[in-house]
């Protein structure tokens, strides 16, 4: 099983958005989840993970089966360093038991260690980054995953789910 999860803000409340799919090619969800968060942090330039984690946390906390892999938008890691980003510090929160992959829609400075994933004829490529799976897979997985566009259908569900949620 894979969990999409996007979260979106609306003054000082996250609304975290999951969807669940049974391979990376599937072209429909199993089930979707959300989960409101209340008091998150302020956004904090290179602590971004700080405010994102607990709402993540607080919707994969009613997630059944458990997922194998999460797919986050950002990055799992931020530098070739090694500096960890939101889906680092996710995978640390979960014991490591799980693979995250990152997919982000921007770079991010330093993000030269990104695969770029390019889908339906699109230029602007996507940025995946991942943790528990080599990172040829997860961009192999993220290039695979269903929908005509340059972001894949599902991930554009999640996405949709979390901001209709603040009534965007």
């Known amino acids: 099983m894979i969990a999409a999860i996007d979260v979106q803000y609306d003054?000082?409340?996250?609304?975290?958005a999951c969807v669940t799919f049974t391979d990376?090619?599937?072209?429909?969800?199993?089930?979707?989840?959300?989960?409101?968060?209340?008091?998150?942090?302020?956004?904090?330039?290179?602590?971004?993970?700080?405010?994102?984690?607990?709402?993540?946390?607080?919707?994969?906390?009613?997630?059944?089966?458990?997922?194998?892999?999460?797919v986050i938008d950002g990055y799992v890691w931020l530098d070739g360093n090694g500096r960890p980003g939101l889906?680092?510090?996710?995978?640390?929160?979960?014991?490591?038991q799980l693979s995250v992959v990152g997919v982000a829609k921007t770079a991010f400075r330093g993000s030269e260690?990104?695969?770029?994933?390019?889908?339906?004829?699109s230029r602007r490529p996507l940025f995946v980054t991942a943790v528990g799976m080599p990172l040829a897979?997860?961009?192999?997985?993220?290039?695979?995953?269903?929908g005509a566009h340059r972001i894949p259908e599902?991930?554009?569900?999640?996405?949709q789910l979390a901001r209709r949620r603040i009534g965007n």
């Open 11 to 16: 003054a000082h409340c996250g609304y975290a």
């Open 24 to 70: 990376w090619g599937a072209s429909a969800l199993e089930r979707a989840y959300t989960h409101q968060q209340h008091d998150v942090l302020d956004y904090q330039p290179g602590e971004f993970w700080k405010r994102e984690l607990p709402c993540i946390l607080g919707v994969l906390s009613a997630v059944a089966p458990v997922p194998t892999t999460i």
């Open 87 to 96: 889906g680092a510090h996710l995978f640390e929160a979960l014991g490591g």
């Open 113 to 121: 260690h990104a695969a770029s994933v390019c889908r339906a004829g």
């Open 137 to 146: 897979q997860a961009a192999a997985n993220v290039a695979g995953m269903f």
């Open 154 to 159: 599902l991930l554009k569900r999640v996405d």
